[in-house]
């Protein structure tokens, strides 16, 4: 009987270490090589057309409020996105990070776009500023 709880515990512990290191947040080098890769696929294409329609369509005024609310801060950035399979924003990283680049992460975080090829899809959009 106790081999059999360690047995349990072990699986347990497994378990948990394996969803903890998904949810660690990307590196942005990884971020940027994964977007790279999708670029490089026929269905990355695809859908990075899509996405360069999809996304002012969404976030435009989202954009607008922000710069509005952000002050002088308008340095371009770009704006690092992974995708769940349904479009769901899982993660936002920011290069640089700024006041404009934060406040449109926040509502990224709550936002969804049409599905992406694969799971845990990386997609990037530079937002270049005047």
């Known amino acids: 009987m106790p081999i059999r709880i360690f047995s349990i515990l072990v699986v347990l512990l497994c378990s948990l270490a394996i969803a ?4 660690k947040p990307t590196s942005l080098s990884d971020a940027r090589a994964a977007v790279e890769a999708n670029l490089r696929t026929p269905e990355g294409k ?3 057309d899509k996405m360069g329609k999809e996304f002012p369509d969404k976030y435009l005024g989202t954009m607008r409020q922000c710069k509005q609310s ?3 801060d308008l340095r371009s950035f770009w704006m690092l996105m992974k995708l769940a399979q349904d ?5 936002v990283l920011l290069y640089p990070s700024t006041k404009l680049g934060m406040c449109m992460r926040e509502a ?3 936002g969804r776009f049409s599905p992406p090829p694969h ?8 937002m270049k500023l005047k």
């Open 46 to 48: 695809a859908y990075e």
């Open 108 to 110: 990224l975080l709550k």
């Open 119 to 126: 799971p845990a899809y990386w997609e990037s959009v530079y």
């Open 87 to 91: 479009g769901a924003v899982n993660e």
């Open 20 to 23: 903890c290191a998904e949810d």
């Open 70 to 72: 952000t002050g002088d």
